[in-house]
């Protein structure tokens, strides 16, 4: 797992993690073949942290497109909701390597 300090941040597991691919493109309608990322899985511990203290996050990245992925990138955010947007504070990130169609890569402690 990726540990993250923070600092001057309270986070409740209720506040919502907003998540981030960067680096390969999404699929779209068209059945052309395309690698398709996502973020399947996350892990947040503990529920609750206060300012100073960590937090430890994990995910799970599966390609679910039908062609290789190229190495990417996830970050982490705090976020009052479930939408990407300039408000939210990057608490971390971490590389996602290259990925063959219906492969994953998970990060864990």
Same mark, same amino acid.
């Given at each position: 797992?990726?540990?993250?300090?923070?600092?001057?941040?309270? *986070?409740?597991a209720?506040?919502? *993690? %907003?998540?981030?691919?960067?680096?390969?493109?999404?699929?779209?309608?068209? @059945?052309?073949?395309? @690698?398709? *990322?996502? %973020?399947?899985? &996350?892990?947040?511990? @503990?529920?609750? &942290? &206060?300012?100073?203290?960590? *937090?430890?996050?994990?995910?799970?990245?599966? #390609?679910?497109g039908?062609?290789?992925?190229?190495?990417?990138?996830?970050?982490?955010?705090l976020?009052? #909701?479930?939408?990407?947007?300039?408000?939210?504070? %990057?608490?971390?990130?971490?590389? %996602?390597?290259?990925?063959? @169609?219906?492969?994953?890569?998970? &990060?864990?402690?």
């Open positions: 797992m990726s540990r993250v300090t923070m600092k001057g941040l309270a *986070l409740s209720g506040l919502g *993690l %907003v998540m981030a691919m960067l680096g390969a493109g999404s699929a779209s309608a068209a @059945p052309k073949k395309r @690698p398709d *990322l996502v %973020v399947s899985a &996350v892990s947040v511990s @503990p529920g609750k &942290v &206060v300012a100073g203290g960590v *937090l430890k996050v994990g995910d799970t990245t599966r #390609n679910k039908r062609k290789k992925a190229k190495r990417s990138v996830t970050r982490y955010a976020s009052a #909701n479930k939408k990407w947007d300039k408000g939210d504070v %990057v608490l971390g990130s971490r590389a %996602v390597k290259a990925l063959k @169609p219906g492969k994953k890569h998970t &990060v864990k402690a």
